[in-house]
């Protein structure tokens, strides 16, 4: 081709097919006009459900590099194919390409212990290509950069949170929403408003309700419901999402008396002298009243989401854990990734045992979607309840007739963690009570010693406890000795310290969110 002739050279798919790249780009470079590009599109390296072997392709860092050693700078990177890298270069190296958005005159903290402040900082597209002074920034403004004035102002990197209902976030904002009251008559009058404004027979649920900054702290009745919903079923979940409350309406509806039996996991709490139930019904119990809540609108689950990510986005979050969901909500999350309206970062984990789960192990886990945004490689299982609600699995609480209960057997879950390990799916357990984490620790060690090493597409799973919050001291070092992560919330710490005397007795709440201690 005579040289400086070519707008756009466009490689698509087939790049790692080309032998003596370094002298192809030099070609490249002769023939393309000042202003052209050089455009290629190609496979990530990780193992992905379509395209080439991994050993055939090449990884986005390592192309990256070759054709800037041939004096191309990269210009621009598109992020909407999900398993595909889009680089757009230009010809010549005289100094880096304009940036999207700079950042300057402020103070950048960088979580990097060799540079931990700066005062600029730039991006193109959605990695960051410098950070440092704000004179040596000026070379990264261009014509059409977004060059902000800090004006003196703080900036942190994007926060990330492991732990994170997304869609429950969302259907917080759609909801009847009862955080954040501090009394039964508060949590009443809020429910009536909904009430009143609610057609004959129609379902009244929301969320969020804490008994504990309420004096007395005793959860809510059926009872106290019926004196302001007679007529309309009423479901309300707590706030730690493991007991709702229900009226007597919706006990009808149900068919739960007094004759009815706890399931597995779960419990109806009852008046300790007739035998009736009060209303509350503890984790597995909830599915008796649950199960009869009308389904979701059609659309329903799409605005949860696009809710939980700009309410995400706007108080800063860039990534999340999903603690376990349905194949239904990633498939939407999919196709919302596929329009372009996830900025997020997500690590998904579905919920077990379940179809899904099973569906997870057979078809394998999706690493780096989306320009590396979505991975879906996890198993969550709700082993116990929660201390508020009652529900946790203590070796003994201190002001409740029962210890807990666990949710799974020993034979619902050890299969499935056996052909976790040799798939190379992460496992993530709820153990809230110190019942709870012995007795998981226990199945996990059989799981490990069942399927040794050599045996595991992943020799050092990484598997978690979710939350980890009491936990006896003799189990402590067995993290450690089997490389469990202890994935814990400071948050539970704030609301539990409202009645955790009251649940473990003084004694004991020694043991409870022990992070030195695991530290």
Not at 366 to 384: E, N
Request: positive net charge; aromatic residues 8%; contains cysteine.
């Amino acid at each position: 081709l005579p040289a400086g002739s070519v707008d756009v050279v466009f490689i698509c798919d087939v790049i790692h097919h080309i032998e003596k790249r370094p002298a192809y780009y030099q070609l490249l470079a002769r023939a393309l006009k000042p202003d052209g590009r050089l455009v290629i599109v190609d496979f990530h390296k990780q193992p992905l459900p379509v395209g080439p072997r991994p050993e055939m392709k090449i990884a986005r860092e390592a192309l990256l590099a070759e054709v800037q050693a041939a004096g191309f700078r990269l210009a621009r990177e598109h992020t909407f194919l999900p398993y595909q890298y889009f680089l757009v270069f230009q010809a010549g190296s005289g100094g880096p390409a304009p940036a999207g958005l700079v950042l300057y005159n402020g103070t950048i903290h960088t979580v990097n212990e060799k540079q931990p402040r700066a005062e600029a900082v730039a991006a193109s597209g959605d990695k960051i290509v410098f950070v440092g002074s704000t004179a040596a920034a000026k070379k990264y403004v261009g014509p059409r950069t977004q060059a902000i004035d800090l004006k003196g102002a703080t900036v942190v990197p994007g926060l990330a949170d492991s732990h994170y209902h997304l869609s429950g976030v969302g259907a917080r904002e759609l909801d009847l929403n009862l955080e954040g009251i501090t009394s039964l008559a508060g949590f009443l009058a809020a429910v009536k408003v909904r009430v009143d404004r609610a057609k004959p027979g129609e379902w009244i649920t929301g969320s969020g309700w804490n008994e504990g900054t309420w004096r007395p702290q005793a959860f809510p009745t059926r009872f106290d419901l019926d004196k302001i919903a007679p007529n309309n079923p009423v479901w309300l979940t707590r706030t730690d999402g493991h007991g709702s409350v229900a009226n007597s309406a919706a006990i009808r509806i149900a068919g739960v008396t007094r004759e009815t039996k706890d399931p597995f996991g779960g419990e109806v709490m009852r008046d300790s002298k007739t035998g009736e139930p009060t209303g509350m019904f503890l984790d597995n119990a909830q599915g008796l009243v649950g199960r009869h809540v009308p389904p979701d609108p059609p659309g329903r689950l799409r605005k949860e989401l696009l809710l939980g990510i700009e309410r995400s986005i706007r108080l800063g979050w860039t990534q999340v854990g999903i603690p376990g969901n349905s194949y239904r909500e990633v498939d939407e999350i999919r196709e919302l990734y596929q329009e372009g309206r996830i900025p997020l970062r997500i690590y998904d984990a579905v919920r077990g045992p379940s179809a899904d789960t099973r569906r997870l192990l057979k078809e394998g886990p999706s690493i780096g979607a989306y320009d590396g945004r979505f991975h879906l490689r996890g198993i969550k299982v709700s082993f116990d309840g929660a201390i508020g609600s009652k529900g946790a699995a203590l070796l003994t609480y201190n002001d409740h007739s029962t210890s807990g209960f666990l949710k799974w057997k020993e034979e619902d879950l050890l299969p499935m963690f056996e052909q976790a390990l040799r798939t190379g799916v992460q496992v993530q357990v709820h153990a809230i009570g110190d019942r709870a984490n012995r007795e998981i620790l226990d199945i996990f060690e059989k799981a490990f010693r069942n399927v040794p090493p050599a045996q595991r597409k992943i020799a050092e799973p990484r598997w978690r406890v979710e939350h980890a919050q009491h936990v006896s001291a003799q189990d402590i070092p067995r993290f450690v000795k089997l490389g469990i992560i202890p994935s814990m919330q400071p948050s539970h710490a704030i609301s539990d310290l409202l009645f955790l005397k009251s649940r473990l007795g003084l004694d004991r709440m020694g043991d409870a969110y022990a992070w030195q201690s695991f530290l």
